[in-house]
């Protein structure tokens, strides 16, 4: 029987769902916007799983709180340390160039979906932005494959580009009946849900994934009103979900915060101009190149600034001094050693510099100031990145059980919560299946 299946993934076991699962990742979304959203009164679906029809939980995301270590997290069930991916970007020090982690040979552990693909699950990925795409959807059979369960992947970015052969579907500007969002808007991420609800309609997939873009949480704060309209926008299409017979599980890659000051201006500490003024002199120019993974193509609504910064030094430079030094500077959370940093928040040795750097929680880093174009940035900044950011909701559209007391749970943990650890909700069809 189908319901005794099992499907083991980079050393977790999943149970086989017994009716769809869809996991949500809530770009940005740092636990007051729904609980201001609920407060409000604007998220009656919300509202009801966490006044106790399902679970209401707060959890750990990874560091660096970005984009890509945690959708691959979630994915993948482990941490990047695991996966590989520690941020949008990385240093190849050995190749001397900057490296995007958008592409899948960077990925170092299969994700659940192409594991419950080969068991016969079939499979619905969207993502707001392309970037995300191959990574979410590396090793997925498309279009028909000989024997294959179906899977399809792809990005609202790019949903007039679909083919069978690369992401298991056409026409889906008709399908979901939207015109194609701009990339800085609400509705790439409006697409996201109206695909996910028209997929479980017509082709109710047994694993699916949706995952958004925090455009709006870098523009506005918990509780307003630009907030509250994005919130209850997804609260309908997270009840059709629901009404549809799914479970409905979400979480957050990371939360978001303030990063200015009274008057608006970005707190920013600049490590490079920082380091190149204390190093140049003994080391020459080239003694610190600072990595800023939250970088990526999309940079307009944050300046490619945020709260966790990688430091590579050259040969001779003492890193221990440099760490001291930094770690001194007001503004500065935390500073490690690769071994320490990389130890404490799971990550990837080879893929980080010498020194890892977080700042608190309403201050940036950047490179230098010359390098940052701020002049996208229409409202006071607000970013993510540092550890005051890995904080974010877990909600789930059924109640909990058999989660271990003490037991630490993190955003990735969600299809396990959800494929293993469901209770079932007093529903007519499951009345009738019980019996
Ligand atoms: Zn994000």
């Known amino acids: 029987m189908a319901e005794n299946r099992i499907v083991t993934v980079n050393g977790r076991s999943y149970r ?13 979304s740092q636990p007051e916007y729904i609980e201001r959203a609920i407060a409000a009164g604007v998220m009656p679906w919300a509202e009801k799983i966490v006044a106790g029809q399902g679970a209401d939980l707060r959890v750990d995301g990874v560091v660096p709180s970005f984009t890509n270590p945690n959708n691959l997290s979630i994915v993948t069930g482990q941490p990047p340390a695991v996966h590989g991916i520690c941020g949008n970007f990385y240093y190849d020090r050995d190749n001397d160039r900057e490296v995007m982690m958008n592409e899948p040979e960077l990925l170092r552990a299969p994700t659940l979906f192409s594991a419950f693909q080969r068991a016969g699950a079939s499979v619905a990925i969207v993502t707001a932005k392309d970037k995300l795409r191959r990574l979410l959807g590396h090793g997925l059979e498309f279009g028909g494959a000989e024997n294959a369960a179906e899977a399809i992947c792809f990005s609202s970015e790019k949903a007039d580009q679909t083919s069978l052969a690369e992401h298991g579907i056409e026409g889906v500007l008709e399908m979901v009946g939207m015109p194609l969002p701009s990339v800085y808007s609400a ?8 695909a996910g609800v028209k ?7 047994d694993i ?6 925090d455009y709006i949480q870098h523009k506005f704060a918990p509780g307003s009103a630009g907030a509250n309209a994005f919130y209850a926008m997804m609260d309908k299409y997270w009840a059709q979900l629901d009404a549809l017979g799914a479970v409905v599980a979400l979480t957050a890659d990371h939360g978001m915060h303030a990063k200015h000051d009274a008057a608006g201006e970005p707190q920013v500490i600049y490590l490079q101009d920082l380091l190149d003024a204390q190093l140049a002199d003994h080391h020459g120019a080239a ?8 970088t990526d193509p999309y940079v307009v609504h944050h300046g490619a600034l945020g709260s966790f910064a990688t430091v ?6 003492d890193i221990a001094t440099v760490k001291a030094g930094l770690a001194a500077q007001p503004g500065i959370e935390l500073v490690c050693d690769n071994a320490e940093g990389c130890a404490r928040f799971e990550l990837a040795a080879d893929r980080m510099g010498d020194l890892i750097v977080v700042a608190e929680r309403h201050v940036v880093l950047g490179t230098t100031a010359a390098r940052h174009d701020l002049s996208g940035l229409d409202v006071p900044l607000r970013s993510h990145g540092g550890v005051s950011e890995q904080r974010v909701p877990l909600l789930l559209s059924r109640p909990l059980v058999g989660i271990e007391a003490g037991r630490r749970l993190r955003n990735f943990d969600i299809y396990d919560l959800a494929l293993n650890h469901l209770a079932v909700r007093a529903e007519p069809d499951f009345a009738e299946h019980m019996q």
């Open 187 to 194: 509705e790439l991420s409006e697409f996201v849900f109206a």
């Open 199 to 205: 997929l479980m309609q017509t082709r109710r997939p």
């Open 312 to 317: 590579y030094l050259a040969p001779g430079v």
């Open 287 to 294: 003694a610190a190149r600072v990595i800023l993974p939250i």
């Open 208 to 213: 699916m994934y949706l995952s958004t873009t």
């Open 16 to 28: 086989w769902p017994d009716r769809p699962v869809v996991a949500v990742c809530v770009d940005g």
